[in-house]
T-cell receptor
Framework: KAGVTQTPRYLIKTRGQQVTLSCSPI?????VSWYQQTPGQGLQFLFE???????NKGNFPGRFSGRQFSNSRSEMNVSTLELGDSALYLC??????????????FGPGTRLTVL | AQTVTQSQPEMSVQEAETVTLSCTYD???????LFWYKQPPSRQMILVIR??????QNATENRFSVNFQKAAKSFSLKISDSQLGDAAMYFC????????????FGQGTILTVHP
């Protein structure tokens, strides 16, 4: 079974631009979570989607948004990029997102650099 | 709210020796779960071990075991017979029983394994 895939793997943008990152979960998984990883703030939860609905959201500004499609693939969008948005963005999928009994499987991440 | 603290930014161990990584946490939830994740230099995050907080018995997965002290809110990871492939960043994380898809991570511990 193929793992979680993320595209693109690397991205360079300039301040003020917007960017869209894509995540394809493991086949059969319906939950997709997104995390931002930076040296200073560590790993921070952005949001979670299940069956095209956002069920949980972290403490990020409205410039960060996401969506999920009927095939469970997810995209996240960052508008009006700031230098501080430079980070590794990780996507994780699970069957239900109830982490009590489920495991999140992570993708390799998208490295975003904002110049 | 949940917080996770890893007080050891870096640790090192000789191959075949044992090392223990520390983690303390705080949570307002009565139902929660604890995890150790490994992030090798290739960046793909992998689940090492999980612990249900309601279980008194410490989880074990091959060479990896935890020491879960619920009253002290401590969740350390012991790696026995360390191997070169164990070199990675290790993250301690927690998830609430009612929180969808959200892991709260510590800052991580870089583990170096010396041959």
């Amino acid at each position: 079974k193929a793992g979680v895939t993320q595209t693109p793997r690397y991205l360079i943008k300039t301040r003020g631009q917007q960017v869209t990152l894509s995540c394809s979960p493991i086949s059969g998984h319906r939950s997709v979570s997104w995390y931002q990883q930076t040296p200073g703030q560590g790993l921070q939860f952005l949001f979670e989607y299940f069956s095209e609905t956002q069920r949980n959201k972290g403490n990020f500004p409205g410039r960060f948004s996401g969506r999920q499609f009927s095939n469970s693939r997810s995209e996240m969008n960052v508008s009006t990029l700031e230098l501080g948005d430079s980070a590794l963005y990780l996507c994780a999928s699970s069957f239900t997102a109830r982490l009590a009994a489920d495991t999140q499987y992570f993708g390799p991440g998208t490295r975003l650099t904002v110049l | 709210a949940q917080t996770v603290t890893q007080s050891q930014p870096e640790m090192s161990v000789q191959e075949a020796e044992t090392v223990t990584l520390s983690c303390t946490y705080d949570t307002s939830e009565s139902d929660y779960y604890l995890f150790w994740y490994k992030q090798p230099p290739s960046r793909q995050m992998i689940l090492v071990i999980r612990q249900e907080a309601y279980k008194q018995q410490n989880a074990t997965e091959n060479r990896f075991s935890v020491n879960f002290q619920k009253a002290a809110k401590s969740f350390s990871l012991k790696i026995s017979d360390s191997q070169l492939g164990d070199a990675a960043m290790y993250f301690c994380a927690t998830a609430g029983g009612t929180s969808y898809g959200k892991l709260t991570f510590g800052q991580g511990t870089i583990l170096t394994v010396h041959p």
